[in-house]
T-cell receptor, first 114, second 118 residues
Framework: AQSVTQLGSHVSVSEGALVLLRCNYS??????LFWYVQYPNQGLQLLLK??????LVKGINGFEAEFKKSETSFHLTKPSAHMSDAAEYFC????????????FGGGTRLMVKP | GAGVSQSPRYKVAKRGQDVALRCDPI?????LFWYQQALGQGPEFLTY????????KSGLPSDRFFAERPEGSVSTLKIQRTQQEDSAVYLC????????????????FGSGTQLSVL
């Protein structure tokens, strides 16, 4: 079965600083990996996804993530944090059964200080 | 067109009460998923529909939980005899397809129904 682990339930950065949100996966097959963002009182929104093409994936809002098979990681980064990036971020892996449903990590709340 | 719509936005229930949560997926979307998101946690899969067929209900936590999608569009998640541990945000998501990759597989989430059981 596939699973993801997000290290750090809360991350705080200063505006303009590098954002690094960690995600490690466990999968018996080549994984499809996703990052979602959830703003307060809103649904989850897809930031980016890895589907075995390029290992460096660029997403919306300046975010990117790098798939590293040797480290079983898919960390999310952004060079310069904005106040508007404050939200909950979820890493997810897609399953191989009917519907290919997503298995989510526990989430990381990103706080951005002025 | 409109996104995935869920109602009610908030639901307060007394323990033992039955509740029904509604999901209106994007028109034409074949796949529909229900997730449960407890406070401070990631969403957890409950059940999956392809059109009107419920193909996976392995995530439903007990037989008090029941979901249906009789005409392959609107879906209802019903919880009978609610318990305090049922308190969570219930998320619905839909996609055009579940296979094939690309944009057709992209999941669109609703804003959820926050259920509080007192």
């Amino acid at each position: 079965a596939q699973s993801v682990t997000q290290l750090g339930s809360h991350v705080s950065v200063s505006e303009g600083a590098l954002v690094l949100l960690r995600c490690n996966y466990s999968s018996s097959v080549p994984p499809y990996l996703f990052w979602y963002v959830q703003y307060p009182n809103q649904g989850l929104q897809l930031l980016l996804k890895y589907t075995s093409a390029a290992t460096l994936v660029k997403g919306i809002n300046g975010f990117e993530a790098e798939f590293k098979k040797s480290e079983t990681s898919f960390h999310l980064t952004k060079p310069s944090a904005h106040m508007s990036d404050a939200a909950e971020y979820f890493c997810a892996v897609r399953g191989n059964n009917a519907g290919n449903m997503l298995t989510f990590g526990g989430g990381t709340r990103l706080m951005v200080k002025p | 067109g409109a996104g995935v719509s869920q109602s009610p936005r908030y639901k307060v229930a007394k323990r033992g009460q039955d509740v029904a949560l509604r999901c209106d997926p994007i028109s034409g979307h074949v796949s529909l998923f229900w997730y449960q998101q407890a406070l401070g946690q990631g969403p957890e899969f409950l059940t999956y529909f392809q059109n009107e067929a419920q193909l996976d209900k392995s995530g439903l936590p007990s037989d008090r939980f029941f979901a249906e999608r009789p005409e392959g569009s609107v879906s209802t998640l019903k919880i009978q005899r609610t318990q305090q541990e049922d308190s969570a945000v219930y998320l619905c998501a839909s996609s055009l397809l579940s296979l094939g990759g690309g944009e057709r597989e992209k999941l669109f989430f609703g804003s959820g129904t926050q259920l509080s059981v007192l």
